[in-house]
């Protein structure tokens, strides 16, 4: 199986390294993968704001760049959730909606697709505490256990969690730029959450939500690091 890699807008253009660590996740793997440049957004932020309009048009660009794929790789919940669960409720004809279903039964997060594979072939470290970031369509797409399951391996790592009360970081996609007062004041108090638990920084399936928090960190100097899951399972050569 050839992988097609799916990396989100946020990635591609605030956290290039993610999508560097991904692909040599992918070839120490030895997972056959390739990039499909014309690739673009999946549509998400236009859904949240309201925009079903663009968010069907991006979905049928999607289906264009990715119709062919044997199967689709995203680092990300939130996409996933897009394609999985979004795509097939905004197809309009019947043939949308078969391309929508045949997406969606074989497009893979990254944690649940290497947790499919069972256990690494190889051993990682990263000594020290860090909280798992809950994201709210990690939680919805159902991956959090996978990446509880790869963490667990890590030498030397304690995983933590804020309490459950704390069910979103207020980045909720475009609501922290329609909302950023309340945004703000959700991420601060969440972030002295992730502190409170004895963690020094996050670990997240979903790297769009430290787009939200990484500056409300370094504004009230809190000593908070940020990784994506795919940066602490690569081995010690690779990081």
Same mark, same amino acid.
Not at 1 to 15: E, K, T, Y
Not at 91 to 104: P, T
């Given at each position: 199986?050839?992988?097609?890699?799916?990396?989100?807008?946020?990635?591609?253009?605030?956290?290039p390294e993610v999508g560097l660590a991904v692909a040599r996740l992918l070839d120490h793997l030895e997972v056959?993968?390739? &990039?499909? $440049? $014309?690739?673009?957004?999946?549509?998400?932020?236009?859904?949240?704001?309201?925009?079903?309009?663009?968010?069907?048009?991006?979905?049928?660009?999607?289906?264009?760049?990715?119709?062919?794929?044997?199967?689709?790789?995203?680092?990300?919940?939130?996409?996933?959730?897009?394609?999985?669960?979004? &795509?097939?409720?905004?197809?309009?004809?019947?043939?949308?909606?078969?391309?929508?279903?045949?997406?969606?039964?074989?497009?893979?997060?990254?944690?649940?697709?290497?947790?499919?594979?069972? #256990?690494?072939?190889?051993?990682?470290?990263? #000594? /020290?505490?860090?909280?798992?970031?809950?994201?709210?369509?990690?939680?919805?797409?159902?991956?959090?256990?996978?990446?509880? /399951?790869?963490?667990?391996?890590?030498?030397?790592?304690?995983?933590?969690?804020?309490? #459950?009360?704390?069910?979103?970081?207020?980045?909720?996609?475009?609501?922290?730029?329609?909302?950023?007062?309340?945004?703000?004041?959700?991420? $601060?108090? &969440?972030? $002295?959450?992730?502190?409170?638990?004895?963690?020094? /920084?996050?670990?997240? #399936?979903?790297?769009?939500?430290?787009?939200?928090?990484?500056?409300?960190?370094?504004?009230?100097?809190?000593?908070?690091?940020?990784?994506?899951?795919?940066?602490?399972l690569l081995p010690a050569s690779f990081g």
């Open positions: 199986m050839r992988l097609a890699l799916f990396l989100p807008c946020v990635v591609d253009q605030w956290a056959s993968w390739y &990039y499909p $440049e $014309e690739q673009t957004c999946c549509g998400q932020f236009a859904l949240t704001a309201g925009n079903v309009p663009a968010a069907r048009r991006l979905m049928r660009h999607f289906f264009r760049v990715f119709g062919g794929a044997e199967a689709v790789l995203s680092p990300s919940a939130s996409c996933t959730l897009m394609v999985r669960h979004h &795509y097939p409720r905004l197809a309009e004809s019947r043939e949308e909606s078969r391309l929508a279903r045949a997406l969606a039964d074989r497009t893979w997060e990254l944690g649940e697709f290497l947790a499919a594979q069972g #256990p690494l072939p190889w051993q990682t470290r990263h #000594p /020290g505490t860090l909280a798992l970031h809950r994201s709210c369509k990690a939680g919805q797409l159902g991956v959090l256990p996978a990446a509880r /399951g790869l963490l667990s391996r890590v030498e030397g790592l304690r995983v933590t969690e804020v309490p #459950p009360s704390f069910s979103c970081c207020g980045f909720g996609g475009v609501f922290h730029r329609q909302h950023p007062h309340t945004a703000r004041v959700i991420g $601060e108090a &969440y972030l $002295e959450a992730v502190l409170a638990t004895g963690a020094t /920084g996050l670990v997240s #399936p979903d790297w769009g939500c430290f787009l939200h928090l990484k500056p409300l960190a370094a504004a009230a100097h809190l000593p908070v690091s940020f990784h994506y899951l795919a940066e602490l």
